[in-house]
């Protein structure tokens, strides 16, 4: 049981590039997220996908776009990178239904830099 | 999700109790209080969650104050490895939108 995994660990990406971040969950999970984190900051919700199928954004999903390929995988596009999206990427997931208090858990993160 | 305040940053001996306190004066009676921390930019760890009573696991203590305008987390006896930003967070049970994170407390545990 991996849980949580994301690749790339580390990119770095010239402005204008493209890339797409990849997520996956082996924990049967409904719910997958995409947060960045700046440093010094807390996380922040780029998009979320509550059921397969569906996706919504969170608070800051300008420049990006996601798929939910299937139950399992959750991937994050960024399609012209720009150096305001320097940022680690955290990719979670959890089991949620209308009454649960199920926990998100996180991947270990994508390091991303855009000169 | 209600709003929470936290202390920026805390030191604490190792091997003494680190008491987290955080504020949540706006929060609603169908959210609950959850910790997480962060350890040296990993993934945040899921700590503990509480509605209304205290709760304890094998990480941590949560005591939630009578009003539920504050709470605060215990590490019972802190070592080294609880150095992390620890993140209080106010969240409508079964929610599947994502977590409202801050800047949350960064504790120093002290040798």
């Known amino acids: 049981n991996a849980g949580v995994t994301q690749t790339p660990k580390f990119q770095v990406l010239k402005t204008g590039q493209s890339m797409t971040l990849q997520c996956a969950q082996d924990?049967?999970?409904?719910?997958m997220y995409w947060y960045r984190q700046d440093p010094g900051m807390g996380l922040r919700l780029i998009y979320y996908?509550?059921?397969?199928?569906?996706?919504d954004k969170g608070e800051v999903p300008n420049g990006y776009n996601v798929s939910r390929l299937n139950k399992r995988e959750f991937s994050l596009r960024l399609e012209s990178a720009a150096p305001s999206q320097t940022s680690v990427y955290f990719c979670?997931?959890?089991?949620?239904?209308?009454?649960?208090?199920?926990?998100?858990?996180f991947g270990p993160g994508t390091r991303l830099t855009v000169l | 999700d209600a709003k929470t305040t936290q202390p920026t940053s805390m030191d604490c001996a190792e091997g003494r109790a680190a008491n987290l306190p955080c504020n949540h004066s706006?929060?609603?009676?169908?959210?609950?209080v959850y910790w997480y921390r962060q350890i040296h930019s990993q993934g945040p760890q899921y700590i503990i969650h509480?509605?209304?009573n205290n709760e304890t696991n094998e990480m941590a203590s949560l005591i939630i104050t009578e009003d539920r305008k504050s709470s605060t987390l215990i590490l019972p006896h802190a070592t080294l490895r609880d150095t992390a930003v620890y993140y209080c967070?106010?969240?409508?049970?079964?929610?599947?939108?994502?977590?409202?994170f801050g800047k949350g407390t960064h504790l120093i545990i002290q040798p």
């Open positions: 979670a997931s959890i089991f949620s239904t209308g009454t649960s208090t199920d926990t998100q858990y």
């Open positions: 967070i106010a969240r409508r049970r079964g929610g599947a939108d994502g977590l409202t």
């Open positions: 924990m049967n999970h409904n719910s």
């Open positions: 996908s509550a059921s397969e199928g569906t996706t």
């Open positions: 509480g509605l209304k």
């Open positions: 706006t929060i609603s009676g169908n959210e609950y």
